[in-house]
């Protein structure tokens, strides 16, 4: 074990993989969180607002101590837009653990990347090679095999959704300027999307027992955690290099739905993500 530690302070590419691998194996735990929720009578909306609103009250004693140029004001636009969307993905992902197991609701997640290129092609003008399309078009066969259309769930299209509100929330972040805070944009999305998220929770608001906000608490700081060693591990080696080790989050939310759910997938659930997996590998080689 020492001879590992030492040799991951030597070797940052292998520390970033150690990193991702474990962000991916505390972000599954916070989808079982959610799972769990889901279970209550919170709503989706009433979750994302809670989320938000605690998400912002830690980050703000940090963002105020930014300068000010660097608070992100400038971008305030392009951050509620993402906010918006994030909003919206949000609420897919509580849906879409709710209705769904763990491995399936994740491996159409993984969309996200494969929709991104084209994604940018649309909306930022950006030169994607043709190939790219075939790859994607290859991805999106993979989602199918995992959704299994003789056994379609509604459900699944809220993941799909899912995986394209995260795919524009990524091409948005390219019109940030650079050596932008990732404070001040983690503060910002997420704070600028609180009155709307509050309007839709209202409606439906349902009285949070104590055992929920334990929940709620948890996956808020598993998600923060999450971002900042997601943050971490990418300054520290090529994005190419140790992307792959986000593929670990497919195989800990299998095997927790399996130990806590008993979600046993079926054969396309598997297929299904290596062809997504595959499709991401081909897109990374083709940019």
Request: glycine share 8%.
């Amino acid at each position: 074990m020492q001879q590992l530690v030492g040799r991951m302070r030597a070797d940052s590419q292998l520390l970033a993989i150690f990193l991702l691998v474990l962000g991916n194996l505390m972000i599954s735990f916070g989808d079982v969180l959610v799972k769990l929720m889901g279970q209550s009578q919170i709503t989706p909306y009433q979750y994302v607002f809670l989320r938000f609103t605690m998400t912002s009250l830690l980050l703000l004693p940090f963002w105020w101590r930014l300068a000010p140029e660097r608070r992100g004001w400038g971008q305030w636009k392009i951050h509620c837009l993402r906010g918006h969307l994030l909003l919206m993905g949000s609420s897919c992902v509580f849906i879409s653990l709710v209705y769904l197991p763990l491995a399936t609701a994740n491996a159409v997640f993984y969309a996200a990347p494969l929709l991104t290129l084209p994604l940018a092609a649309l909306i930022s003008r950006e030169s994607v090679r043709p190939a790219t399309y075939a790859v994607s078009l290859l991805g999106f066969g993979g989602i199918l095999v995992v959704l299994n259309p003789a056994e379609w769930h509604w459900a699944g299209w809220v993941a799909l959704l899912t995986a394209l509100s995260m795919a524009a929330s990524n091409v948005l972040v390219r019109r940030l300027p650079t050596g932008r805070s990732v404070l001040a944009t983690l503060f910002m999305t997420q704070a600028l999307s609180i009155p709307v998220s509050l309007v839709l929770a209202l409606p439906g608001w349902q009285p949070i027992p104590a055992d929920v906000w334990w929940l709620l608490i948890g996956s808020t700081l598993v998600g923060i955690i999450y971002q900042g060693i997601c943050i971490m591990a990418y300054a520290m080696a090529d994005a190419s290099k140790i992307a792959a080790s986000e593929y670990s989050g497919l195989i800990f939310v299998t095997l927790m739905g399996m130990a806590l759910f008993s979600e046993f997938p079926d054969w396309n659930v598997y297929l299904g993500a290596l062809i997504v997996i595959a499709a991401i590998g081909l897109q990374r080689r083709l940019r």
